[in-house]
């Protein structure tokens, strides 16, 4: 699980740029980008909750 937080959080912060660069929308990029982090996170508290 904590693989695909990982990878998730990647194509976050792919998807940030891609939309600051393509979209030219700052605000956006940088919520999408904040994602990454809550997404590793969630995915590390799921794992260690199913041990």
């Not at 600051?20 to 605000?27: E, M, T």
């Amino acid at each position: 699980m904590v693989k695909l937080g990982l990878y998730a959080s990647m194509v976050s912060v792919i998807a940030s740029v891609l939309i600051y660069i393509v979209l030219d929308d700052s605000q956006l990029a940088i919520y999408v980008g904040l994602w990454a982090p809550t997404l590793i996170l969630y995915s590390q508290a799921y794992e260690q909750a199913n041990k």
